[in-house]
């Protein structure tokens, strides 16, 4: 069996884009890892209205304020693709890779990568919170508030195709046996604009290039090599969109996910300095991986 190191997520990027379809009350939860804050926003619900400087540049879409079927909802956004941005949507969300067993004793496939789809989200924000919880030792009594805003933040990116796309790894029942269903095993995000991420006070990767966050396995699952599967399919997944570099963040404090990255290919491109630390933020590194194509 393949051996992968120990991961812990790194940190929880939360949705600056999401925040912009009214989806917030006025007092918005945003994080700036390790810690969670709150920034008031000005204005009624929803917010203040965008101005055209707020508007990214890739943002080539136009919103329209529409009376949504849902009652319980007055409006939303809804948004108008170019054709390019619809072959790319299509393309994530219809990614789909099998992994089979490198021993060879069976021709099943023990994990399937494969876009974020609703009936993995409550699984998939367990993991999450689970995960950067015990790496932040956040206490049990805080967790509740932690599942929720996490659980919103996949409801609100499982929709911001093609700006970011969540990966989830599913082991399937097959591989399982004993009439078990399916299991995730873990998940990815590959965030595709910048106006996804969180902003930090240093080490922000490039604007335009993928970025790799919220990396996390099921602790019963560690020690299987899915680590490295995930890291390989989402690598590929770039690939197919024409990109051939990737970033991400790893926090000193994690060696065994530095390990991992390490020697997936991925070399440090900066380093947060100690002063960080007054500020009561974890020091981390910026790491990068020139992608070449299988």
């Known amino acids: 069996m393949m051996r992968t190191q120990l991961l812990h997520i790194n940190h929880v990027e939360w949705p600056k884009a999401a925040q912009r379809e009214h989806r917030y009350p006025p007092g918005v939860v945003r994080t700036h890892s390790p810690f969670l804050r709150t920034t008031q926003r000005e204005g ?3 917010g203040r209205p965008l101005r055209s400087r707020e508007r990214d540049d890739d943002d080539r879409f136009l919103d329209e304020r529409l009376e949504s079927p849902d009652p319980s909802k007055k409006s939303k956004f809804v948004r108008f693709s170019t054709p390019t941005e619809t072959i790319l949507r299509e393309r994530l969300s219809s990614f789909r890779k099998e992994y089979k067993d490198p021993d060879g004793e069976s021709d099943e496939a023990v994990l399937v990568v494969k876009a974020l789809s609703n009936e993995w989200i409550d699984s998939c924000a367990d993991l999450l919170t689970e995960s950067f919880a015990d790496s932040m030792g956040y206490m049990s009594v805080y967790k509740k508030f932690l599942r929720n805003q996490i659980g919103e ?32 095993a873990g998940t990815v995000e590959i965030s595709f604009s910048s106006s996804t991420r969180t902003k930090h006070l240093t080490l922000n990767p490039p604007q335009d290039m993928p970025y790799l966050c919220n990396m996390a396995v099921q602790p019963e699952q560690r020690g299987k090599g899915y680590g490295r599967l995930l890291l390989d399919a989402a690598e590929q997944l770039i690939l197919s969109t024409g990109y051939t570099d990737v970033f991400l963040h790893v926090r000193h404090e994690d060696p065994p996910a530095l390990s991992l990255y390490r020697t997936s290919g991925f070399v440090e491109e900066g380093e947060d300095w100690s002063i960080i630390q007054v500020f009561g933020l974890d020091r981390r590194y910026l790491m990068r991986k020139s992608l070449a194509k299988k």
């Open 44 to 46: 009624k619900r929803g």
């Open 153 to 184: 933040y996949l409801n609100n990116h499982v929709r911001l195709l093609p700006k970011t796309v969540i990966l989830v790894g599913i082991i399937p029942r097959s591989a399982i046996g004993d009439g078990q269903e399916d299991i995730l």
